[in-house]
């Protein structure tokens, strides 16, 4: 059985920056695609940050030069470092990962509070 398991949330200070990580685990097929996205309260869950097979990344307008996606193959581990965070950043990030077959994944959440 696949899961992914999310870590690094907490609450930081406007300016500040955290560190999430994602652990994969159990039997996934080729992977196509790993990514974070974010779910504030009262709003729909949006893409923040995305990885492809091939390296290409893809961010979302509002987290760019602001965030960084990577990740560590050997370990099943998925990363996004978030600088000079906003309160506009406070959500629940979810991991997700797809395969080739286009079967989905999707973590627990964690969350990240923004907030002087």
């Known amino acids: 059985q696949v899961q992914l398991v999310e870590s690094g949330g907490g609450l930081v200070r406007p300016g500040g920056s955290l560190r999430l990580s994602c652990a994969a685990s159990?039997?996934?097929?080729?992977?196509?695609?790993m990514g974070w996205y974010r779910q504030a309260p009262g709003k729909e869950r949006e893409l923040v940050a995305q990885i492809f097979e091939s390296g290409t990344r893809k961010y979302a307008d509002s987290v760019k030069d602001r965030f960084t996606i990577s990740r560590e193959n050997a370990k099943m581990m998925l990363n996004l470092q978030m600088n000079s965070l906003k309160p506009e950043d406070t959500a629940v990030y979810y991991c997700k990962i797809v395969d080739y077959t286009a079967r989905t994944y999707w973590g627990i959440g964690t969350l990240v509070t923004v907030s002087s």
């Open positions: 159990g039997n996934i097929l080729r992977i196509y695609s």
